[in-house]
Each structure stands twice: as C-alpha cells, then as structure tokens.
C-alpha cells in the first residue's frame, strides 16, 4: 500500500524558487510560471511507479525524483496547467487516495530574526546552500515543516506576498526547510503568507 505523505500544486513557480530547483534538479529543468506538482509518498520505492504513471499519461516533465528507504518524492512540470493537474488526477486514482488522505502539514519550527549581524549572516552564506546571500541588518524567517514537501509551496507563495530574497529550501528528507530574507516589513509579511500556505495547502 502506498502512504500519500505529500500532495501540492503550485500553480505558478516564482522565480526565485524556480531558478532555485533548477540548481538541484536532476532531470528536466522547471522555469518560471511553470505549474507544478510535489508529492511524497511511503515507501519511497512505490515513486518509481507513480514516476512512470505520469510521463506516459501526459506530457509533464520530471524534475526531481528523491528515493530513500522511508519516502520518495517527485516533482512533474508543465507550462501547461491542465496536464499537471490531470497527472495528479491520475496519480491519486492509480493510489486509490483522496487529497484528504495526505498528511496534516506540522510546523515544527518557525522563527524571524530581526537585524541581522555581520557574523551569523556570514556563516549562514558559507553554509551549503544555492540561494541568495543574506546582509547583514536583513531580517531572517526560517520555517520548519514535516513533511518536508510542503515547505515547497510555503517558500511560492512567500515569494507571492512579498519583496524577499530566498536563502535556502529543502524539501526532502523527515522535515522541509525554509530560510528567506529581506526587510522586516517584507518578512513580515512573507511569513504570514508562508504560515498560511502550509495551514492549508493547495491541491488542485
């Protein structure tokens, strides 16, 4: 039986968060306003399956395709909106799963750091990441979430509500991270947005 951990369509990537996955995309490489669907599921081999569902029903591109023991996780693309959401139509039905039967997105850290110094931004850059550089005297929001794919729709529509430069997103593995930065207002607001996302994620 294959577990629905994760299920989100994005509508139309931002394009931080675009030119973002494309650094770690190993497969086709998504653009901005492309629409996208992220879905998660255990065991992370049953991916495979679903993986091979999709590219032959309808003509979405693979992104990303993560596969460890625990959960697998693919990320399909299409400028087209209708062929995503009809892959994930497919997907859902080949899994004998509603949307409802994904899991409750948990936040399990969230935090904004206000004024910056010039020491933790330098190392928080020297870290492994493929976003942005955060300056010194920005404000910081960092999200934690389980599962980890949500984050993925959390940092779009931040991206949406406000003027903030994306640090680092990872979406794969127990739980999904989010750093972005910016003035405080704009955090702010990103935040508020981030924090709504992920109490209720889209679907369709």
């Not at 049953?46 to 993560?66: C, E, F, G, S, Y």
């Amino acid at each position: 039986m294959i577990k629905l951990r994760t299920y989100v369509y994005i509508d139309s990537l931002q394009p931080q968060l675009a030119e973002y996955m494309a650094t770690v995309s190993q497969g086709f490489l998504p653009v901005p306003g492309d629409a996208c669907l992220w879905i998660e599921v255990s065991p992370g081999m049953a991916v495979h399956r679903l993986t091979d569902i999709a590219l032959k029903a309808t003509r979405v591109h693979l992104a990303q395709q993560v596969v460890e023991r625990a959960f697998g996780s693919m990320v399909i693309h299409q400028r087209d909106q209708s062929d995503v959401r009809e892959a994930g139509r497919l997907l859902l039905s080949r899994m004998n799963a509603r949307l409802e039967d994904r899991e409750t997105c948990r936040i399990a850290w969230q935090e904004i750091i206000r004024g910056m110094t010039p020491d933790h931004t330098v190392l928080i850059n020297r870290q492994d990441r493929r976003g942005s550089m955060i300056l010194p005297g920005q404000s910081m929001f960092i999200l934690e979430t389980e599962p980890a794919g949500y984050v993925i729709y959390a940092a779009n529509q931040a991206e949406k509500a406000a003027n903030i430069t994306l640090i680092d997103v990872r979406a794969v593995g127990a739980f999904g991270r989010l750093t972005l930065s910016g003035r405080e207002s704009d955090v702010d607001e990103a935040a508020a947005a981030a924090i709504a996302a992920v109490q209720n994620p889209s679907g369709t």
